[in-house]
């Protein structure tokens, strides 16, 4: 199994991008089985969570993209996906996918977001 991230651009703030990560090899139960979340690393800063969506399609986000942010998945193409919406420069970061799955932990390869001012 791997996770191929995309969609990570330069924009100005108040934008909007779009990532995606597909899980290429896996198999549709597992897929939808998983949980699944992106997280972002800022320069000189630990990983973090952004948002996460479970197996049961409930969602849970940090306060600061509350609002900005929605994770999806799309099962057909094993593929999730983060709408970033009124970007801001603190959302400066490669932003990482990641899906769980009992005691697999597979990790995308990171694309990197720039939000200037």
């Known amino acids: 199994v791997q996770l191929q991230a995309s969609g990570g651009g330069s924009v100005q703030a108040g934008g909007s991008l779009k990532l995606s990560c597909k899980a290429s090899?896996?198999?549709?139960?597992?897929?939808?089985?998983?949980?699944k979340a992106w997280y972002r690393q800022a320069p000189g800063k630990q990983r973090e969570s952004v948002a996460e969506l479970s197996s049961g399609g409930s969602t849970n986000y940090q306060d600061s993209v509350k609002g900005r942010f929605t994770i999806s998945r799309d099962n057909s193409k094993r593929t999730v996906y983060l709408q970033m919406n009124s970007l801001e420069p603190d959302d400066t970061a490669v932003y990482y996918c990641?899906?769980?799955?009992?005691?697999?932990?597979?990790w995308g390869q990171g694309t990197l977001v720039t939000v200037s001012s």
């Open positions: 990641n899906i769980k799955f009992a005691s697999w932990d597979y």
């Open positions: 090899g896996m198999i549709l139960s597992t897929f939808t089985g998983s949980r």
